[in-house]
């Protein structure tokens, strides 16, 4: 290599290192974590590479605005954010995008009261720090740490006090709060709480004029630094539950908020005619906002309110499917009745929703018929507390649904909402991870593509579909394949002109039939896991929509070498993928199958390495693998400054049944004995020319030549060298691999098994003489 | 020939009944010439059975007279005294037999003294046929045939199997009729059973020959099998009580022998005399051997229980054995409470003394180590000991009760029997956490023992929301879980009988299975966290009998079969256990509260309560449950009781007459400091606190939440793994990692180095003197004696601040038996 080339190389290197600054960003945490709504809050945004010219932030919910975004280091960036006055309190889902890609989601929270921050030392009951009531406190609880904040309440005002810890999605936090009056008696008291899981609230009336001292602590005075939290105190309202907790699209609802100290209160709410993911309501009062908003339920059914006594078949609550039966628990043992009429046949779906809207209730949910007689029960659901029951409706008549506690507990907040509805066309779309547990980002390079995998699951239908981004930055476009019937899978290939702007855009990824003869609900959300427990449990995740970026271009492109002739079932075939290195780079660039078909298996571990332009990926099928025409497509990750995605163009892999069918014969020999190993062959797809046949699995000691068949061939015949020192036993494995040439293209048949047996020789006959034994061996 | 077979029946005869020539024999008590020498001081005298019953013409009933002297003494007297009986039944030897329907009465005379028992005599012309349950069952247990080394064990021995213990009649006839076919009993020649020809060794018997061909067991089996060896294994009575007489025995002088008998009481109302049958043992062979028939001899000074077992049932005699001719004169201390009376009681029936009460000094240092887990501190010292009212010793217990200390010794206790622990991937550290806040804040706010155990064991809900569920969260399984409670809160060990028959206990499998059919029921769940299980009364499941599979209906150990149709079953279960007629609870938890200040159980082991493990001193027993239960079972009350009377009080040097007692409370017993308390005191004396994971810095090692955590020092010294409930997990027994890291590990030099006491002493001015008078108080609650101080200074001599000898001292003082030692 010449001198000249070399530096020329090394400056190549360097002018992509400036070209392509950054890749991969991530976002690991904010500082603060969130602000008061109506101010502008500056924020330091911490992660790898994050610094590295951050240009937008996107934000999932509405309500916040970034008015700058500067690097401070390679790692830090500071956003200045303005929150609207009318912002949702809560959580709000960000991810940044710098020039080169976009981060992974975190959360920003929204708060209603001006911010402070702890200052150490605090950990005193006797010297807590003074803070004035209606205060959002930032702060961290490490190991073993107490905080104490000390207020001053006049008699009868609402304390209301809530901490935003494990939601903060940092790390497994566990706080516990508790609201104490000066002489150390507690007032109130939270660890966990339906309503924030493992985060807490308190809310109650001041019994007097005082001081109060609040005590914020891990539940087991575990913590590090990475247990932050953000504890709002105030006078603000804070309700554990909406009844009757949703409604209709587009409806006018009026809630009453259960749990609040002060007593029930009304509160009017009108829910969007498209249902977010999440859709909450915060309560508002004279005195205040809270911290964060109860969820609410929008369905197509009208909410049937119970009407007391139900505790019986005769005075059940009546209503006419479909609905949502809407009451409360409100005595430990209590009992509420539904009753409506059912036709036979009919299928009808029935949610239990009570955890789901945070209600402290645990049902269990039983359907009988107005005899009396139970038909169906369920307790829990998929893991979570809320019942479901798929009713089919066995004869015409009335039925009656039971709501009970599981452990017979009931109090003024344990509302729920019985919905019972048709089933509907549905699609659950996931866009598949990368790799286990992280939320897969969407970038596609400049004059680029990147690819994605989508899952699609049917529910009460079937059929083929279309499925695709609903939105997409300018300049990208985007090739899919039509959903099979038979298939939940499939590829989306995403490219970006090379004068597409860097841009992001949230999107979703819809579904339809093909024939569009029917409307299929579409539920697409994509999971980002903040938090997971031992054994990687879900302790709390953020479920928004997609965003896909435009970013810089990369400095190499793949393709795939369109294979010629197919791959048969049990069978394998290398794919050639070539990659286009700009110059400058060289890194080796990891490739690999977006996906494996069913019944096909790629290495994982193939790269083009430095100083090369191809690679083979092996590929290899077993008997069952669908036989198609598949459409592929090969990813490739290579590190530029932080790792870099593209995928090739779409490929055609037709996987085929195998050409000819071979019947092995079960045979055997003795130990230096050759003989003809003839096996039948049947052909099933005609061939040209001459198939290499060879014969594989041979026991040591045995050896044999390759042979020929053409398509007229029934019998393919080895002649087999046995050794005298052959291993003697039964060869249960011997196969043959056929090898036909298509296009000039090996399709490779791994076709199987046959039997061999070796024996050991008999000994010669012997006569036994005196003194000789009978061995012979004695001589 | 013939002379073989006389000399064989006559050791036939002595062997089945003594009676029948006890009269020929030269029993203790009598003259050569045979007539009966009155002992003087007989105080009364007793027949047993008191009342005899005879109910077919082949019943009989032994009988024995027995002579209570002044000083306590008993006497078998049935070969002294004259008896008279006439009319429906005659004597023969000491074995009363029917003659006619009717009723008549037993009169034995004994100088002037007399006894009497009625006898009532029915059904003289009835010759009932041999019964499978009851005439052949008993034998294999006698013989030892069903015991796990020979057919009892679950494999059998020489391809027969017998249920061990006899736990399955139903299958020990199968396998003696059924299984294979004539072989093991043949109908048409009974003497040709493999049964009959086993046990009489007339074939090669691995067992070797059991009964001799002519003994009336091997007549019984063969009887059995003339009859058609019939099974009545489901409809004969059951054997409802056993009784054993006499019931309590005071032996004098090595070589006395006493004569026991066993009648077996039936479900259809019948007695029956079962000494032939009944297995008799002793739980100190070397006090009071028994032999196969029911004849105790005196051995050493002592006390045993002597036992029979006859069915399922284990009944037993307290025995004591008094050495002969020794004076003894009690010392006439005035009583402090019932303990005191009680345990004086006892001391005086075995003729012995306490010893003296002991010094202020060491009261003081035994009391705050046992009642709060700390060494009193320098001022607490001289407070004390400067105080000069009389009842500064029940101040002192007072005020030690209302500290928090006192709470964490005894939250630690619970939480080692309730195996508080968290469990890599099961129980994870929160639920503990909050369990174990649990069980302080109830023992800190007093409440009552029962109604603790009510919530602990009737609790439903969240094992975060409700933290007493989490008993049930850390054993899942419902027969572990009936064990444990029956363990931990009745002191009753039922695992054997999971299997088979308790063999020294009275629980039969059916006892097993009906208990746990109290938590057969429960549900578990996972609530949202998945690190929180719901438990909760699923209203459905059954616990099934191990032998046939029957769903057991729950039943209270020895008890009734309560109403759980509507109720939570092991609600119903707490409240049975915490009732106060509950015979077990209160009792033992009372004797958990007083070995662990006493340093041994009136029941040792706590937690094995059974008829062969009776109590040293019933009376005592019975009086600390009665108390609690008077006391509403508050603790405080009973340990106050317990810190205030002399028994506690005591020295711990022995005296003459108590040197070699251990369980009767005459004395102190030196005890080696728990490994968490020892802990604390290194690090209170030394001035080096700890650092535990999850506690803060100066936080003790009483108050560490999960038994999984642990240091090299706590585990060296037998910190109690919780891993079970027994009460023997907390290990005190010396070892030598022990004393080698005392001696050279860490934690004693380090602690010194750390604490920097002396350098802190010598630098406040104090003189070597005072500094190792400060050692001294800190570490051993006492001042150096003369010789001590003369000794310590000659190691310093003159230097002014002799660092390194002081702390050498301190040192000394901190690997010396008195330290580690409660004494």
């Known amino acids: 290599m010449s001198k000249f080339f070399m530096i020329c190389t090394a400056l190549g290197c360097l002018f992509a290192a400036s070209a ?17 709504r109506g101010t502008e809050v500056a924020v330091t945004l ?88 209606g205060t959002t406190v930032n702060g961290v609880i490490t190991n073993e740490d107490v905080d104490y904040f000390v207020i001053e309440a006049k008699e009868g005002e609402r304390i209301s006090v809530e901490v935003e810890g494990l939601r903060l999605g940092r790390t497994f936090f566990d706080p516990a709060i508790a609201i104490l009056d000066e002489e150390r008696f507690e007032v109130a008291a939270s ?47 804070r309700p554990g539950v909406a009844f009757p907790g949703g409604g209709k699209p587009g409806e006018e609802v009026e809630l009453k908020l259960l749990g609040d100290p002060l007593g029930e209160k009304l509160a009017k709410v009108k829910l969007p005619e498209t249902p977010p993911l999440d859709f909450r309501f915060a309560a508002e009062d004279e005195a205040g906002a809270a911290a964060t908003g109860l969820p609410l339920r929008i369905i197509d059914a009208t909410n049937v309110i119970e009407v007391e006594p139900n505790q019986k078949v005769d005075n059940a609550t009546r209503g006419e499917l479909p609905a949502a039966f809407c009451g409360v628990i409100e005595k430990p043992g209590d009992l509420d009745r539904y009753r409506f009429a059912a036709k036979k046949g009919e299928v009808w779906e029935m949610n239990l929703v009570a ?89 596609v390079p400049q004059g680029g593509q990147t690819a994605v995998m989508v899952t699609a699951n049917r529910a009460e239908f079937g059929g083929e579909l279309n499925v695709g981004f609903s939105a997409l930055p300018d300049g990208v476009t985007q090739e899919t394949v039509v959903l099979a019937a038979d298939y939940n899978r499939l590829p989306v290939l995403l490219k970006a002109t090379p004068e597409a702007a860097l841009a992001g855009q949230l999107t979703t990824i819809t579904a339809e039939l093909t024939d569009k003869s029917q409307p299929l609900l579409n539920r697409f959300r994509q999971q980002t896991w903040l938090i997971r427990g031992s054994n990687n449990v879900n302790v709390w995740s953020h479920y928004a929509k997609g965003a896909v970026a435009v970013a810089q271009p990369l400095p190499f492109a793949i393709k795939i070498v369109q294979p010629k002739a197919p791959l048969v079932q049990s069978g394998s075939k290398e ?21 494996d078909p069913p019944g096909l298996s790629s290495h994982q571990g193939i790269g083009i390495e430095a100083g090369q332009t191809e690679a083979v990926i092996p590929l290899t099928t077993n008997p069952q693998a669908w036989a198609r025409d598949w459409k592929i497509i090969v990813v490739a990750e290579a590190d530029v400054n932080g790792t870099v995605r593209t995928a090739s163009e779409f490929a055609t892999l037709k996987i085929a049944p195998q050409y000819v069918t071979m019947a092995y014969p079960t045979t055997a020999t003795e130990q230096g004995k050759g003989l003809d190993y003839a096996i039948a062959v049947t052909q099933t797809t005609p061939f040209s020319g001459a198939a290499k046949v060879e014969l594989v699995g041979l026991p040591p000691g045995v050896t044999t030549t390759p042979q020929e068949i053409t398509k007229d061939s029934t019998e393919v015949k080895f002649p087999l060298q046995v050794a005298a020192d052959a291993r003697v ?44 034994p009978a061995t012979g061996e004695s001589s | 020939m013939k002379i073989f077979r006389f000399v064989l029946s006559f050791g036939l005869l002595i062997c089945a009944n003594h009676f029948a020539l006890a009269k020929t024999s030269s029993a203790p008590g009598e003259t050569p010439a045979g007539k009966p020498e009155v002992v003087a001081d007989v105080a009364s005298l007793a027949v047993y059975p008191s009342e005899i019953v005879l109910e077919d013409g082949d019943d009989y009933q032994g009988v024995i007279a027995v002579a209570t002297r002044a000083n306590g003494v008993t006497l078998d007297v049935s070969d002294q005294v004259e008896w008279v009986v006439e009319g429906s039944a005659r004597l023969e030897g000491n074995r009363l037999l029917p003659v006619a329907d009717g009723a008549t009465v037993l009169r034995a005379s004994y100088g002037t003294h007399q006894a009497e028992a009625p006898v009532k005599v029915v059904g003289v012309t009835n010759h009932p046929a041999v019964s499978f349950r009851h005439d052949v069952m008993p034998i294999f247990l006698r013989g030892g045939c069903n015991a796990g080394g020979c057919h009892g064990s679950s494999r059998g021995k020489d391809g027969f199997r017998l249920s061990l213990f006899g736990f399955d009649p139903a299958g020990d006839y199968f396998r003696l009729t059924r299984e294979q076919a004539v072989r093991r009993v043949n109908l048409s020649i009974p003497e040709e059973s493999l049964l009959f020809t086993k046990v009489t060794g007339k074939v090669p018997h691995t067992g070797g020959k059991t009964f001799e061909p002519d003994s009336v067991h091997a007549k019984t089996l063969r009887d059995w099998v003339a009859a058609g060896a019939q099974s009545d294994v489901a409809t004969a009575p059951t054997v409802t009580k056993v009784e054993l007489f006499p019931p309590r025995v005071v032996m004098e002088g090595e070589g006395a022998k006493q004569r026991f008998i066993a009648v077996a009481h039936y479900s259809d109302g019948r007695t029956r005399d079962v000494g032939d049958l009944a297995l008799f043992m002793s739980n100190n062979e070397s006090s009071a051997a028994i032999d196969a028939d029911g004849l105790a001899t005196a051995g050493a000074r002592g006390e045993a229980f002597v036992m029979a077992r006859f069915d399922t049932h284990t009944v037993g005699s307290q025995t004591l054995v008094l050495p002969a001719g020794v004076e003894f004169k009690p010392t006439g201390e005035a009583p402090a409470n019932y303990i005191d009376e009680l345990v004086g009681a006892k001391l005086r029936t075995m003729r012995i003394n306490p010893s003296g009460i002991c010094t202020d000094e060491e009261f003081l240092r035994r009391v705050s180590v046992d009642v709060v887990g700390r060494l009193p501190t320098r001022d607490e010292y001289d407070v004390f000991m400067n105080d000069s009212n009389p009842q500064k010793r029940a101040q002192k217990v007072d005020e030690l009760l209302e500290r928090k200390e006192f709470a964490e010794i005894w939250a630690l206790k619970w939480s080692e029997l309730l195996m508080v622990k968290s469990v890599p991937n099961r129980i994870e550290y929160k639920p503990m956490f909050l369990y174990s806040q649990w069980i302080t804040r109830q023992i800190a706010s007093g409440v009552p023992l029962d109604e603790m155990v009510r919530n602990l064991l009737g609790a439903s809900g969240g094992s975060f929301s409700s933290p007493a569920v989490n008993f049930y969260q850390i054993e899942e399984t419902t027969q572990k879980t009936a064990e444990n409670v029956a363990q931990v809160f009745l002191g009753t060990r039922l695992q054997c009988a999971q299997c088979h028959n308790h063999p020294f206990d009275r629980w039969t499998m059916d006892d097993y299975y009906s208990f746990t059919a109290f938590f057969s029921q429960i549900g578990r769940k996972t609530a949202e966290d998945y690190r929180e299980t719901i438990i909760f009364d699923q209203r459905s499941g059954e616990a099934t009998h191990l032998v046939d599979g029957r ?57 094995d309560v059974r008829v062969s493990n009776p109590a040293s001193n019933p009376d005592l027993h019975a009086k600390l449950g009665a108390k609690l239960i008077e006391y509403k079972y508050d603790l405080r009350q009973l340990v106050r009781d317990i810190c205030n009377s002399h028994a506690y009080q005591r020295s711990s040097e022995p005296n003459e007459t108590n040197s070699t007692d251990t369980r009767n409370f005459a004395r102190a017993q030196v005890r080696r400091i728990p490994a968490e308390v020892l802990l604390d005191c290194l690090c209170a004396v030394t001035g080096a606190p700890e650092k535990y994971p999850g506690l803060p810095m100066g936080a003790r090692a009483v108050q560490i939440v999960d038994g999984g955590l642990s240091t090299y020092f706590l585990t060296t010294f037998g910190r109690a793994p919780r891993t079970t409930v027994c009460a023997c997990e907390p290990k005190t027994e010396p070892t030598l990692s022990q004393a080698l890291h005392l001696l050279n590990g860490s934690a ?27 050692i001294y108080l800190r570490c051993l609650g006492r001042k150096p004696t003369e010789m001590e101080s003369q000794r310590i200074a000659e190691l310093y001599g003159t230097a002014e601040k002799p660092v390194a000898e002081l702390q050498d001292v301190f040192w000394a003082v901190l690997n010396s038996r008195e330290f580690l030692f409660n004494k």
């Open chain 1, 355 to 443: 955890r789901e809207i945070r209600s402290p209730l645990d049902a269990i949910l039983r359907v009988r018929k107005a005899s009396g007689e139970q038909l169906a029960a369920s307790d829990d659901n998929a893991g979570k507390p809320d019942s479901y029951i798929r009713f089919t409706v066995p004869e015409d008549g009335e039925y009656v649904c039971d709501v009970v506690d599981h452990l017979k507990q009931g109090g003024p907040t344990y509302a729920y909402r019985l919905e019972i509805t048709k089933p509907r066309l549905a699609v659950d779309i996931v866009l598949e991870e990368r790799s286990q547990f992280e939320a897969t980002e969407v970038v």
């Open chain 1, 575 to 595: 794919l050639r993928v070539v990659a286009e290195k700009k110059e400058g780079f060289d890194g080796r660039i990891a490739v690999r199958m977006l996906y």
């Open chain 1, 191 to 237: 660890d966990d709480s339906p309503l924030m899981q493992q985060d807490a609230f308190c809310s109650v009336i001041a019994p007097k004029t005082g001081k109060y001292i609040i005590e914020m602590r891990e539940t087991s005075y575990r913590g590090n630094d990475a247990s932050t939290y953000r504890l709002h105190i105030g006078k603000f309202p």
């Open chain 2, 551 to 607: 769903a057991m209906k729950p039943k209270f150990l020895g008890d009734a079969e309560p109403d759980v149709s509507k109720r939570d079953r092991r609600a119903v279960l707490a409240d049975w256990i915490t009732a106060p007629e509950n015979p077990y609870f209160a009792v033992n938890v009372a004797n958990r509260v007083w070995a662990h200040f006493m340093g041994v159980g009136v029941i040792e082991p706590v937690d």
């Open chain 1, 20 to 36: 392509v600054e950054a890749a991969s960003p991530r976002l690991d945490h904010l500082q603060p974590q969130g602000g008061q």
């Open chain 1, 729 to 772: 036993g039964h060869h249960k494995s011997l196969y043959c691999v056929v090898t036909v040439v298509e296009n000039g293209e090996p399709v490779v048949h791994t076709i199987g098994t046959g039997e061999l047996r070796i024996d050991a020789p008999l000994p010669p006959p012997q006569t036994a003489q005196e003194g000789i």
């Open chain 2, 748 to 774: 004693v030099h380090d602690k010194i180095n750390e604490g920097k006491l002396v350098e802190t002493m010598l630098d406040a001015g104090k003189n070597p003197i005072e500094v190792v008078e400060e």
């Open chain 1, 46 to 133: 911490i992660g790898g590479r994050i610094g590295q010219d951050p240009q937008q932030i996107l934000f999932y919910d509405p309500g916040i605005e970034l008015k700058a975004i500067e690097r401070i280091d390679d790692n830090q960036a500071k956003a200045t954010l303005a929150i609207a006055p009318d912002c949702q309190p809560g959580i709000h889902g960000i991810r940044v995008r710098t020039a080169t890609g976009l981060t992974n989601l975190r959360t920003f929270h929204v708060g209603t009261l001006p911010e402070s921050t702890e200052s150490e030392p605090n950990g005193d009951f006797a010297a807590p720090q003074a803070i004035p009531l």
